[in-house]
């Protein structure tokens, strides 16, 4: 493993380790502990397969570790997927390896970026044409809570195309002047500001955050909220527990899966088409967060175990600079 990104996408992914399957992927084989997956790339240091080449470097899911087995299958000049047994019933698209010499995606200038934002903004991209899919469910407002996490305003940067369609940034008031300098949010709000926004408005809430107290304020203040799409959980201390949904007004919370609208658009585009939307959104997408000016985005590498266990902390407890993304070097 040489580098991957750490994110609040990766607290995300341990918040819903149980639910959502994550714990599977790289299992620990150890009673209650876990291995968070992460975005990053490895090379090749050993090889007893044909087709995949000592040194060459891929893309993919990693588990935050030196090394990792894995046993391609599927092999083409993209890249492979990994055959294992506790992997197979998984979703496909955690399981792709990419290979950087042929990754249109892939530039070595931009590692660091794409380690970042290529597997955010991938979600981002799926939930604008998930709602655009649904006609917005009704709604010209979109309400987007932790708007200064990445895949928020990759999400909000992808929304700001579609004609008549108001993006609510919701924020914490320290956050907000970062979320207002990206230009993608129509307004931003903080979350003690929310009955600032008029209690009539036909709304849907891209739930970010996951914080229990937030959505019950939402549902609660909007009498015109068509849809709740739940896709992380960034407060990580503010989740709510199993259940406590059942007696929220309005339409219960429902949890968007990335690779089902994948497998939707695959089937709707083809797969090359699909692809092609994909990459000529993210080149469109990372021009604008490194031509910004301050950029949306600086790269932050750091090396060893002690740092990644501080960047890890600092990322559980939202602290740090919005602008600044942390790659980490086991």
């Known amino acids: 493993m040489e580098s991957f990104a750490l994110t609040a996408n990766n607290i995300t992914y341990a918040a819903f380790g149980d639910a959502m399957s994550y714990w599977q992927f790289f299992p620990t084989g150890e009673e209650g502990w876990g291995c968070i997956p992460v975005w990053g790339f490895a090379t090749v240091t050993e090889s007893l397969c044909e087709g995949v080449a000592v040194g060459e470097k891929f893309y ?5 570790a030196n090394t990792l087995v894995l046993q391609p299958e599927r092999i083409t000049p993209a890249g492979f997927w990994d055959g294992a047994d506790h992997r197979k019933a998984l979703p496909a698209v ?22 970042l934002l290529r597997p955010l903004f991938i979600t981002s991209f799926l ?71 008029a209690a009539d408005t036909a709304c849907v809430y891209v739930d970010f955050a996951g914080s229990a107290s937030l959505r019950h304020q939402i549902h609660s203040h909007f009498g015109q ?52 939307q994909v990459a000529g959104a993210w080149q469109d997408f990372t021009q604008h967060v490194t031509a910004a000016e301050p950029p949306w985005l600086i790269a932050q590498r ?26 980490l070097l086991p």
């Open 225 to 276: 909220l068509r849809h709740n799409c739940s896709i992380g959980g960034t407060h990580v201390d503010e989740l709510a527990a199993k259940g406590s949904t059942r007696d929220l007004p309005g339409p219960r919370p429902t949890l968007f899966f990335a690779p089902a609208q994948i497998k939707k658009r695959v089937a709707d585009w083809g797969g090359a088409a699909f692809a092609q």
């Open 60 to 64: 993919g899911y990693y588990p935050m």
């Open 302 to 327: 750091h090396a060893g175990q002690a740092a990644m266990q501080a960047v890890y902390q600092d990322v559980l407890a939202g602290k740090g600079d919005p602008r600044t993304g942390h790659i």
């Open 94 to 115: 955690y399981n792709q390896y990419m290979r950087c010499s042929t990754d249109p995606f892939y530039s070595a200038a931009t590692e660091d970026i794409q380690s």
């Open 127 to 197: 939930i604008d044409d998930f709602l655009a899919d649904n006609a917005f469910f009704g709604a010209n407002a979109m309400l987007l809570s932790s708007a200064s996490s990445k895949t928020a305003y990759g999400t909000a940067f992808q929304l700001a195309k579609r004609p008549g369609i108001e993006i609510i940034g919701l924020t914490s008031p320290g956050n907000r002047a970062f979320c207002e300098s990206l230009g993608c949010y129509s307004r931003v709000v903080t979350y003690d500001q929310l009955d600032t926004i």
